[in-house]
């Protein structure tokens, strides 16, 4: 069996890309613009064109879509196979140049066939260079020695779902290239609350459906317990619209169920994140906390560019050659 797979049968891990699988479903224009919206507002550019983009846990394949739309070459992975299958789904139904056009509506990519979706246990890859998907882990040197470097290096709220996050965290930074940006967000850490959350996650995933519909009944009660209670409770009984685009074109019911079920789990301070990126020689553009309170910090950070060669070291290499 696949070990992501195997991992989900024994409660060790959340199966995202089955919830990522659900979301692409969802997806329409509206939420590609805002996704596009969100990333030009994070990045603080206007377009990424001639630059290239790799998508660290691509997951539904939402934001590589917008960084292609915005000009970008761009490169995505997973280690899910269900979540590439949710990227390559997206790709097809959404990308105006993909080499495998897909006709019908415009909201929800379509289904692949059941050949389609088993081909993505292995590395999957569209045929049009200018967007790329694969199978892969930031946890595997094997794969990361033979992507390169990249302009633009994005990573929302996948290191931290590794069980690996410091280690995810230095191998991430070594695919940005030379001047490039690397932007990452991670979960706060609220120490005692982080610790129950963990807790939360974990007997989810250990758990049957019932309890699990419990304990997501439970968290959204408590996360959203300022709303006025005939909101939380329309929600809840799934009168509310609880797909509706969020601001970065997400999901608010699949976001949920992320954050209950999102196991593994590890937590950050600012000052941690920011600490190991002084350690990489990258500076600080950006930094937009949650407050202390629950959610993702997220940090826009620049590496150095390669420092020119002095006349010097030039001239000796010159002599040296023509010796």
Sequence with gaps: MDETLLQVSRGERFAFGRNWRSFVDLVDESRVQRAIDSLRATLEVEDLAGRTFLDVGCGSGLFSLA???LGARVHSFDSDAEAVESAVRLRRAFAPDSSRTVEGGATGAPRMTEREAADTSQMVEERDASWTIERGSILDDGYLAGLGTFDVVYSWG???????????FNATVGLVAPGGLLFVSLYNDQGRQSKVWTAVKRRYNRSGP????????????????AWPLVKVARLLRGRADPTAPQPRGMSRRHDMLDWVGGYPFEVSRPEQVLARARAHDLSLLLLKTCAGGLGCNEYLLRRPAEPARSAVSVGSAVSTGSA
């Design 158 to 168: 996948v290191l931290h779902h590794t069980g690996a996050m410091w280690r995810a």
């Design 67 to 69: 960084a292609h739309r």
């Design 210 to 225: 019932v309890t699990r519909c419990a304990l997501v009944a439970g968290s959204a009660a408590y996360i959203y317990r």
